[in-house]
């Protein structure tokens, strides 16, 4: 079995992934075997197209785009704001970006979204992308969800978290729809939240730059930020050994990290917990913090 991570802050954390991918290569077996970096995934924060966190990427596209090719990593680009309307589609910025990402290099990127509008304008003037049905849907009814699923459309789909142990049903999948699925691992949401949703939408509203509030979020634990040992609690998390003994065993590969605006400090963390060998961690870490270009705080 190999599992595949989907990783974040394809953007954000430039500078991380500059200074990880290298190590990664060189010292492959500082890492588990049986994972491998599935795609990197993220928008820059001046991204009208973006949904789920607001963005704060600001690295140079071109970068991006080179340092993806180098290390033969999909891209993704995440447009999953779910209030796009027609006159959106001809933003600039946003067309430019799949012009960039379309065919760049041997490796094939793809598209995270939510609107179906969006969709079928990318399909129509992009066709060198595959799409990932977005979490932000929030897909928390298994018959909706394996109706996501049963859209060609997408090459993957993200449930919402809330399904993640759903064992009963996942598991009596068949395999074409198995390989479609990808958990969301490590998200911190509150277990029984009910206004997922709006704060998906209240992201949509100021990525498309409208006056709003900001959402308040209604977890009693929300001021503290996030934590991944808090995370490590949710009823939904997907850990290690969860993939390795549970997942992978069942047929599911595909594993998308949170963690887009939490800082690279913490996305390093993310890095060596899920990929890399315990007898590493330290090496990696003190390879990644002596790196003088990188600032982690």
């Known amino acids: 079995m190999t599992a595949y991570y989907h990783l974040p802050g394809l953007f954000e954390f430039y500078e991380l992934y500059k200074a990880f991918l ?7 077996e500082y890492f588990y075997d049986w994972c491998e970096i599935g795609s990197v995934y993220g928008a820059p924060g001046d991204c009208i197209w973006g949904g ?3 963005g704060f990427g600001e690295e140079e596209p071109l970068n991006v785009a080179d340092l993806m090719e180098e290390y033969g990593i999909s891209a993704r680009l995440t447009f999953s704001n779910s209030l796009l309307r027609k006159e959106h589609l001809e933003d600039k910025r946003c067309n430019y970006l799949c012009s960039l990402f379309e065919k760049n290099g041997e490796t094939e990127n793809g598209i995270i979204l939510y609107s179906d509008l969006l969709l079928d304008y990318i399909k129509a003037n992009y066709p060198g992308f595959y799409f990932v049905s977005s979490t932000t849907k929030v897909l928390t009814d298994f018959k909706d969800f394996e109706d996501e699923l049963n859209r060609e459309d ?5 449930p919402d978290f809330r399904l993640n142990k759903a064992f009963d049903k ?8 198995k390989d479609k699925v990808e958990f ?6 509150r277990y029984d939240c009910y206004d997922r949703k709006n704060c998906y939408e209240n992201v949509s509203r100021k990525s498309l730059g409208e006056d ?15 934590r991944f040992s808090e995370a490590m609690k949710n009823p939904g ?7 390795t003994k549970v997942y992978g065993p069942n047929g599911f590969t595909n594993f998308k990290i949170e963690g887009r605006s939490l800082g690279s400090a913490i996305i390093l963390e993310f890095l060596l917990y899920y990929m ?3 007898e590493y961690q330290l090496k990696v870490r003190e390879d990644i913090y002596l790196d003088s270009m990188l600032d982690l705080f």
């Open 170 to 177: 996942l598991n009596n999948l068949p395999q074409l729809l």
């Open 212 to 226: 709003c509030e900001d959402h308040v979020c209604v977890s009693p634990t929300a001021g503290s930020g996030y």
């Open 237 to 243: 998390f997907i850990g290690i050994e969860d993939i």
């Open 276 to 278: 890399t060998k315990p």
């Open 22 to 28: 290298p190590l990664y290569r060189a010292h492959r």
């Open 184 to 189: 969301l691992c490590n998200e911190c949401c």
């Open 52 to 54: 789920g966190r607001v």
């Open 154 to 158: 997408f090459r993957y789909v993200v």
